[in-house]
């Protein structure tokens, strides 16, 4: 079996799921995997381009390479009541006629549909990196900012208020789950690969919920932020019983996210999964 590449955030609950697949602590048969660590935009723009056999991506983008790649039903990052937030050192702000410029995390992330859906007359944005996100709200380079990852833990400790949660307006909406992030591995490998990989997957997410302290080392020396509370908070938020095995609530809650968008109205759960039973 040749090697296939593999590209995650280096985001504790990224680095939590895949720490046995990257570091054999499960059984991978003859599979061996390369992987990258890119930034969740990366990821997005890469897998528009085909760059990995198997890579995280923000939910909201898999329309845009759903020909070309399969969502697996393992290693998502699902938010319940909690999601990317808007910060703000002014903690008056009136997000429904907000003018000043947002930045946010990509344009093709969950965090950006979202704040579309909710505040369409934000449009005034402005790509950057996640993590430059507070600096540049610190030092008054932007009136407000749409955070994402670890961030939700540390806005405070740099003076930055919480103005909304698109977790919690999601969740009043549809009185479901927030999938923010998925894995997908490519149609061309096949249904029999793609269901190892898929298992392999879904093994390790076990293996580093049921061993997290062994996992921790790899996770801090990719972390942003370095602190074990911080790290362990987001793990917390993020990975538990449904990253390794959804629930039809969950995998039909990506499905409403999706056909919250009219151009996927059309879109079923035959269209984006590997396989659906019923």
């Known amino acids: 079996m040749p090697s296939l590449s593999v590209a995650i955030s280096p985001c504790p609950n990224d680095t939590l799921m895949f720490d046995a697949l990257i570091n054999s602590k499960i059984v991978l048969n003859d599979f061996s995997f390369n992987v990258e660590f890119h930034d969740i935009e990366q990821l997005n723009n890469g897998l528009m ?3 990995w056999d198997i890579a995280k991506m923000s939910t ?9 790649y399969v969502m697996l039903k393992t290693g998502m990052a699902m938010g319940f009541g909690n999601g990317p937030l808007i910060v703000s050192k002014n903690k008056e702000i009136d997000l429904n006629n907000f003018n000043d410029t947002m930045l946010i995390p990509g344009k093709h992330t969950t965090a950006n549909l979202l704040l579309s859906k909710f505040f369409p007359n934000i449009t005034n944005k402005k790509q950057v990196l996640f993590s430059n996100i ?28 919480k103005i909304a949660d698109m977790g919690e307006l999601w969740y009043g909406k549809t009185n479901m789950p927030l999938p923010l992030g998925v894995i997908v591995a490519k149609r061309s490998l096949g249904h029999k690969i793609t269901e190892q990989i898929e298992l392999f997957i879904k093994n390790s997410v ?7 302290e062994n996992a921790m080392d790899f996770v801090r020396c ?10 362990n908070k987001h793990i917390d938020l993020y990975v538990n019983k449904y990253s390794h095995s959804p629930s039809a609530r969950e995998l039909s809650a990506i499905l409403t996210l999706l056909q919250s968008l009219p151009e996927n109205h059309s879109l079923s759960l035959h269209d984006i999964f590997l396989k659906w039973e019923n």
């Open 222 to 231: 990719h972390a942003n932020e370095i602190s074990d509370e911080v790290i």
């Open 49 to 51: 381009q085909g760059k």
């Open 134 to 161: 507070m600096p540049m709200l610190a030092n008054d380079e932007a009136e407000a900012g749409l955070i994402i990852h670890e961030s939700r833990f540390t806005y405070q400790a740099n003076g930055l208020q």
């Open 206 to 212: 076990i293996h580093g919920l049921e061993h997290r």
């Open 60 to 68: 909201a983008s898999y329309p845009l390479i759903r020909n070309d």
